[in-house]
């Protein structure tokens, strides 16, 4: 997974909060000051508890949901940007561009195939429409050629294109949403936990067509998951969450090999070992307590309520999130001293 050293996607104190009703307040705090960038031709592996805010990043990177605050470049084109200060005021003017030119470019594989693709229409109907919107195909001929190349593609027959969602197993319906988000050539996607909802026999398959499709079309990938041995496999940098928050950053092996946050540590304990004795040796990192409700997160770290290391300092200040080592970035006050 060969990548350039262009930025393809730069994402600066980026935030997403969700109002409740009856209130007051920001509401849920799903994301908050996140920052990353993704180079041209890469796959950057994001992983966290569920609920931690990983989706909603995705989404909010590509606009499905509209950013609270925050800065969205892609190819050095400003996408959004609404800078906030501490207490949550706009610095500036908001910019927000028109996402439709860029709906071609950017596209994402959704982690419920059975719920993401209409029951009430055909998989054909289902790639071809985006091919519509975008006027890609001259004639009816050229449209269905594209259907049937796409459907090959990602290893269904021509004839599945009559064939409506409920007919096809999980496996099969989630590559006809691959096959979708192909559909109008993009260069990068975000894929949301596309494995999850499928057996372990199909997600290698899964994520082995999804690695020959990087190479072929040159795609990039932000890679949201679950399964850690996954996530190492495909990324070539991982990123952690926690709460809404990104806690740690860095290239795959050094990250597995060397976590410096209490958080990824913890994560990287508890992946199984397929070896008895090593699994045996290695010390299991164990969380105490739940995690804070994102409407009311703890003050300073968020993560302090749970460290095993936490100090005053931080449950009163925030730590930075900044490049410790070469390429290797994470927000601890542990790593300051």
Known sequence: ???????????????????????????????????????????????????????????????????????????????????????????GKAVSENMLPYRRKMQII????????????TVGEIIGEAIDIHKLAASKGDRLDMIKELLAKVGLNTEHANRYPHEFSGGQQQRVGIARALAVKPEFIVCDEPISALDVSIQSQVVNMLEDMQQEMGLTYLFIAH???????????????????????GESYELNRHPIHPYTQTLLSAVPVPDPELSKARKRIVLEGDIPSPMNPPKGCRFHTRCPYAAERCSQEAPEFKEHEPGHWAACHLLDS
Request: one cysteine or more; hydrophobic letters at 35%.
């Open 110 to 121: 959704f982690q419920d195939p059975s719920a993401s693709l209409d029951p009430r229409m």
């Open 227 to 249: 399964d850690l041995s996954v996530v190492r496999h495909i990324s070539n940098r991982i990123g952690v969450m926690y709460l809404g928050s990104m806690v740690e950053l």
């Open 1 to 91: 997974m060969e990548s350039s050293e262009k930025k393809l996607l730069e994402v600066t104190k980026l935030r997403k909060y969700f109002p409740v009703k009856g209130v007051r307040g920001p509401g849920v705090q799903a994301v908050q000051d996140v920052s990353f960038f993704i180079k041209k031709g890469e796959t950057l592996g994001l992983v966290g508890e569920s609920g931690c805010g990983k989706t909603t990043l995705g989404r909010t990177v590509l606009r499905l949901y509209e950013p609270t605050g925050g800065r969205i470049v892609y190819d050095g084109k400003v996408l959004y940007d609404n800078p906030l200060g501490p207490d949550g005021k706009a610095l």
